[in-house]
């Protein structure tokens, strides 16, 4: 049992599933497998979404990462340092290590999110268009 359903915006980004249908996946592999950890499929499996609409288009989820990533080592390294007294050393080889293995979880959730702010839920739509990328870009 989930406490986020269908239909609730936050479902797409906590299960990284497509922001309109909630059931393609976003990335090809596992999160935590760190293969191929940048990997997104052209379109949702599901329902046909364009996940990438135009060229550029994640770099607000840039933005969304930074904000993120800036608020929480700032409170991690406050928490450890003056709530459990870890000296500063220890406190940012922790976060350190805290980013690493989170590196990849926080890249996805930022895409997951800004494609979500893009996109509303609607589940009876499908796109048929299976233009490829490529096509759409001139590049070939
Ligand atoms: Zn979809």
Redesign the pocket.
């Known amino acids: 049992m989930s406490l986020i359903k269908k239909g609730n915006p936050l479902y797409g980004p906590a299960k990284l599933r497509?922001p309109?249908?909630h059931?393609?996946k976003l990335f090809k592999t596992p999160t935590f497998s760190y293969s191929k950890p940048f990997e997104m499929p052209e379109r949702?499996s599901?329902?046909g979404?364009d996940y990438w609409p135009e060229p550029g288009f994640y770099y607000g989820a840039m933005f969304i990462s930074y904000i993120f990533t800036g608020f929480f080592c700032i409170s991690f390294v406050l928490a450890l340092h003056w709530g459990l007294g870890w000296s500063t050393g220890a406190s940012f080889a922790a976060l350190i290590a805290i980013c690493a293995i989170f590196f990849v979880y926080i890249f996805r959730l930022a895409r997951a999110i800004w494609l979500s702010i893009n996109v509303r839920y609607n589940p009876n739509t499908v796109d048929h268009d299976t233009t490829s990328i490529s096509n759409r870009y001139g590049n070939s």
């Open positions: 497509c309109r249908c059931e393609g949702c599901h329902c979404l």
